[in-house]
């Protein structure tokens, strides 16, 4: 069936460090891609997506671009800030049964220090 | 400011106890999803709904029912808790072509 694979945490960097959060998965068809990310003691919010190959998502300095070729979706960041520190899920459209749900990735959780 | 509310952030029931789980959407979205998040495991789906009335299991389902009587409301019944079904609950919403979910903030269940 489908899955993601994200790299295990905790990931530490200090502020303003290059960020990556390697994410594959294994899908049939062309699933739509999404990063959430999760604050302490909150839900889960949408981050960015893509819905196609090439596509890249962005926001908040965050991007990650659909490679259907290595089968990755792969969260990046140039600096980043105290504020980011949180656990980022990635996580894929699944329509097998006839129904849309996403399937996450175990979460990689993010501290960045001063 | 559109949300997702669950009625309760900390829970703390007993071993064998009915629970129930309330989540409540006002964006008028017909699919709703319980999911419960454990550490290692990320998220994993318990039951999703796509209509009123309408149920489906998702990959862990067993030891919980759910109920859909109204498309804004969405509820997660423990039947009868157990200590494994300790963990955090988060309710989603989407609507039809799923450009994303909305998530509410989260129960955390402890079951003593």
């Known amino acids: 069936g489908n899955s993601v694979t994200q790299m295990e945490g905790p990931v530490t960097l200090s502020e303003e460090a290059f960020l990556t959060i390697n994410c594959t998965y294994t899908?049939?068809?062309?699933?739509?891609l999404f990063w959430y990310v999760q604050y302490p003691g909150e839900g889960l919010q949408l981050l960015l997506k893509?819905?196609?190959?090439?596509d890249k998502g962005s926001n908040k300095g965050f991007e990650a671009t659909y490679r259907k070729e290595t089968t990755s979706f792969h969260l990046e960041k140039g600096s980043v800030q105290v504020s980011d520190s949180a656990v980022y899920f990635c996580?894929?459209?699944?329509?097998?049964?006839?129904?849309?749900?996403?399937?996450f990735g175990a979460g990689t959780r993010l501290a960045v220090h001063p | 400011d559109v949300k997702v509310t669950q009625s309760s952030r900390y829970l703390v029931k007993r071993t064998g106890e009915k629970v129930f789980l309330e989540c409540v959407q006002d964006?008028?979205?017909?699919?709703m999803f319980w999911y419960r998040q454990d550490p290692g495991l990320g998220l994993r789906l318990i039951y999703f709904s796509y209509d009123v009335k309408m149920k489906e299991k998702g990959d862990i389902p067993e030891g919980y029912s759910v109920s859909r009587e109204k498309k804004e409301r969405f509820s997660l019944i423990l039947e009868s808790a157990s200590t494994n079904q300790t963990s955090m609950y988060l309710c989603?919403?989407?609507?039809?072509?799923?450009?994303?979910?909305?998530f509410g903030s989260g129960t955390r269940l402890t079951v003593v």
């Open positions: 989603a919403s989407s609507p039809p072509l799923l450009s994303g979910y909305t």
């Open positions: 899908a049939t068809g062309y699933p739509s």
């Open positions: 964006m008028d979205h017909e699919n």
């Open positions: 893509a819905t196609k190959a090439d």
């Open positions: 996580a894929l459209s699944d329509r097998s049964g006839g129904y849309n749900k996403l399937i």
